[in-house]
């Protein structure tokens, strides 16, 4: 995952074409976010996340992350710290987009742990811009695991840089 392509946005570099809608823009920017070859980027490319979807007018996004061998617990399911990583990494990216910049970090983070995340499944992670300021961003996020119910929940606040 290059995060470069958030400073390409800042930078004008990188912007809609004429024909664009902002919908299909997001789209483009986030698939070449997840599917670029050999971009990983610490954390967040050793977990590899799938792009699903995401709303231009809801100013959200939706990612597919596998649960892997090495992100369990000694439970034998899912890490909460790697879901709270989820979680962050997610709305991270749903903030840099809003803001058009790369240069953010996360303020606070507050993870709610409904049910475990058991080996080999798929979980989809959810966030939302709920308010975006000129300086600070807040952000929902939600986990589902593969059967359609909730894993986790969170809510978190990015001050740009």
Not at 20 to 47: D, H, K, N, P, S
Not at 82 to 92: C, H, I, R, V, Y
Not at 144 to 156: D, L, P, R, S, V
Request: charged residues 20%.
């Amino acid at each position: 995952m290059n995060y470069e392509v958030f400073d390409a946005l800042n930078a004008g570099t990188l912007c809609r074409t004429e024909d664009e809608t902002e919908q299909a823009f997001m789209e483009r920017v986030y698939r070449m976010l997840c599917e670029e070859e050999g971009a990983a980027c610490g954390l967040i490319g050793l977990m590899k996340p799938s792009f699903l979807s995401c709303s231009a007018e809801n100013r959200s996004l939706t990612l597919d992350f596998a649960a892997e061998d090495w992100m369990l617990n000694s439970k034998q399911t899912l890490h909460g710290g790697m879901l709270a990583s989820m979680l962050d990494n997610t709305m991270g990216l749903a903030a840099r987009f809003c803001c058009k910049t790369n240069r953010l970090s996360t303020v606070s983070l507050a993870v709610n742990y409904l049910r475990p995340v058991l080996p080999g499944e798929h979980v989809t992670v959810t966030a939302q811009v709920d308010k975006a300021g000129r300086r600070m961003i807040f952000l929902s996020g939600c986990v589902y695991a593969e059967n359609g119910k909730k894993a986790a929940t969170a809510t978190g606040t990015f001050m740009v840089l």
